[in-house]
């Protein structure tokens, strides 16, 4: 009998190291999957999931990484404090052991072309030596395989397209001179093994920026709804996504880097045909003010009418009864009004949301400016190139058709309240996939990646 006992615990034991191991393996890839989604794995949890002794411990490295995965590893508090869309966290307390990635990750598209950028880059980085070893040196008229590989490695981080392969042209050479100009080296336009570090110190900085700009996915909802607007603020872009089959898209002037766009989630309730501009107080005072101390009769020209003060019973005053070369920021305290007409900041159109800040969306008096390579010009609205296009479609889709056309022909201001509010995001991703889905690199207008890409 004791024989028999004996060897029970043997079988026992040797089954249960087996499961133990079974169990270590299966985390193991399940971190490993992480990695692929920019969730860096700390040595002490690799440790943990190798050893795998304790089902309680193995619980919580699941639960925590399951929670970074739902919701983001950082504080956007701390790491990006203008950041105020709520991200509304799907995943249970405690979840099931190893759930299924797919079922945590955001279900938005873009966060896949994001994670997919990410890992080609990863693999370029761990290739680059092995393509373009320390002995090779590519010169214009060269013929080499290693020519069309330059050519993904470039297309994937943003920098060049459309350059012909096998054959290293003068194309590569602007491109890589371009390159070697700004690293301050000399700009011959020949691949080499400094240019190769250059391009691998590039790649890591991408790698980071993919990192960073995945985690801002995270903080968003798991799910966006339809219909929808989104505010793209380092693209420039307004899009309005009404299913995932039918997305327009329009070339939006944002908020300068001294006025900055907020952040933000709020729901468009209406229409405004013919707008009046009232003036915020931090723009009459400063930059209207001294329109009017420099041109005399600025603001009558401009269309502007000036009450008492921003008490909405104020009565309006005559232009002419301030003395406006005497004023000051600070002892400016009228309240100034733009009437609707072809001079009017905010155009024919408004789009009217509610938040802090008194941004909306509008058209502008001046179209020209969506054609320069600065848009990072208003004082925070965001200015949507071809807006009527928008208004008519969101009126369309609401059967308010109508209404508008009726509406347009008046040179008064009129309101439309939509039939169902249309959530608005207003957001900053400083890498995000284009229409074609290829992910593209924007500059950090508002220089708000620098603390969040420091972390990874």
């Known amino acids: 009998m004791r024989h028999i006992t004996f060897a029970f615990i043997i079988i026992y034991s040797s089954f249960s190291l087996a499961n133990q191991e079974k169990s270590g393996n299966e985390l193991i890839q399940w971190l490993s999957d992480l990695s692929r989604h920019g969730i860096d794995i700390s040595s002490d949890h690799w ?45 249970p307390g405690t979840p099931s052991a190893l759930p299924p990635i797919e079922d945590i990750q955001p279900s938005i598209p873009e966060y896949q072309y994001l994670v997919d950028a990410l890992n080609d880059l990863q693999s370029w980085r ?20 290693a020519v069309s590989s330059l050519n993904a490695w470039l297309l994937a981080l943003d920098l060049a397209e459309g350059l012909p392969d096998n054959t290293y042209s003068q194309q590569h050479k602007d491109v890589l001179s371009s390159i070697q100009q700004e690293y301050n080296l000399i700009p011959d336009g020949r691949l080499g093994p400094m240019t190769r570090q250059v391009l691998l110190l590039i790649t890591n900085q991408r790698i980071r920026m993919l990192k960073a700009n995945l985690e801002r996915i995270r903080w968003l909802p798991k799910k966006l709804p339809y219909p929808r607007v989104w505010v793209d603020i380092a693209g420039f872009m307004t899009s309005y996504k009404s299913s995932p089959q039918r997305t ?31 003036v915020p107080h931090s723009i009459a005072s400063t930059s209207l003010l001294q329109q009017q101390q420099k041109h005399s009769g600025f603001l009558a020209r401009e269309g502007f009418r000036v009450y008492q003060s921003w008490d909405p019973k104020s009565p309006e005053i005559p232009i002419d009864s301030v003395d406006w070369n005497n004023l000051s920021e600070q002892s400016f305290s009228f309240r100034l009004e733009q009437q609707p007409g072809e001079l009017n900041r905010l155009g024919q159109f408004k789009l009217g949301f509610r938040n802090n800040y008194s941004v909306y969306l509008h058209d502008t008096d001046k179209p020209e400016l969506f054609n320069g390579s600065n848009l990072s010009l208003s004082f925070g609205c965001a200015r949507v190139d071809n807006i009527e296009t928008l208004i008519e479609t969101i ?54 990646d620098n603390e969040l890409i420091s972390w990874f």
């Open 395 to 448: 009126a369309l889709d609401q059967g308010l058709m109508p209404v508008l056309n009726n509406y347009r022909q008046s040179e008064t201001p009129q309101k439309i309240h939509l039939n169902k509010k249309i959530p608005i995001y207003i957001v900053y991703f400083t890498a995000w996939p284009d229409k074609t889905g290829r992910v593209r690199f924007r500059d950090d207008i508002y220089q708000l």
């Open 248 to 278: 327009f898209y329009f070339k939006t002037i944002v908020g300068s880097p001294k006025k900055q766009t907020p952040v933000l989630k709020s729901n468009i309730e209406n229409i405004t045909v013919n707008p009046i501009w009232k």
């Open 47 to 91: 440790l943990a999931s190798v050893e795998s002794q304790s089902d309680n411990r193995t619980q919580e490295i699941v639960q925590l990484y399951s929670n970074y995965l739902d919701r983001g590893r950082l504080d956007k508090r701390y790491f990006q404090p203008g950041w105020t869309i709520p991200n509304q966290p799907e995943l």
């Open 126 to 145: 761990g290739l680059a030596y092995q393509i373009f070893p320390n002995n090779l040196v590519l010169s214009e008229g060269d013929k080499h395989p």
